[in-house]
């Protein structure tokens, strides 16, 4: 399948003419994005992941947890709800769905639902969280505010994927974008795989 990484930690996954798009939020401003797409995979409620506005109107459905279903009621969007351990099939896809809550990130603030997506068992966005999940390609969170380096080191090397793609970059300014681009390619080295940090519209086969 084609894997494009558009702004932040949207990614939009493409084979025979049909796409899925996971995470297109308001930190994801090309319109291309969601262009054709016949469904929208979302992990969580934060505005960085999730876009109720620019959903609605698309005619696409919405394969999501809890919290963020609540926020599309009455949208006229086809709406499933999903949760850890479901599997479902949409666009030709198959996605399996891990993960139930939003990394720890603030001692007044209980983690919201956040769920995971493995699509065609090869591509896992995890959203934000570090669920461990055995898959091929992982879209490895690569800053935020939750999120330490070793962290993240250590999330990939338990992981081991044979190829790694930066997402959740959208927060930073160049220096930090350059300190994350140095860290994967210490990573890549090390692993001897293909870890990096794709720019916004930069496509790869996986």
Request: with cysteine; aromatic share 6%.
């Amino acid at each position: 399948m084609k894997l494009t990484k558009f702004g932040h930690a949207c990614v939009r996954l493409e084979r025979d003419g049909r796409a899925v798009v996971i995470d297109p939020g308001a930190l994801t401003p090309e319109p291309e994005a969601l262009a054709g797409a016949q469904a929208v995979l979302v992990t969580h409620q934060h505005f960085d992941h999730f876009d109720p506005e620019r959903l609605r109107g698309t005619g696409v459905s919405v394969h999501t947890c809890d919290g963020v279903a609540r926020q599309l009621d009455g949208s006229g969007l086809d709406v499933h709800v999903v949760h850890d351990g479901d599997t479902f099939s949409v666009a030709g896809f198959q996605v399996s769905v891990a993960g139930s809550r939003h990394h720890y990130s603030h001692p007044d603030a209980p983690p919201i639902d956040n769920v995971g997506f493995l699509v065609d068992g090869e591509v896992f966005h995890p959203g934000d969280a570090l669920t461990e999940v055995e898959a091929p390609t992982l879209l490895l969170p690569g800053q935020a505010p939750w999120l330490t380096v070793p962290a993240m080191v250590d999330h990939l090397r338990r992981i081991g994927p044979r190829r790694a793609y930066a997402i959740h970059d959208g927060l930073v300014n160049d220096w930090g974008l350059k300190v994350l681009d140095d860290v994967l390619a210490m990573e890549a080295r090390r692993a001897g795989t293909d870890i990096r940090r794709l720019s916004p519209g930069e496509s790869v086969e996986v």
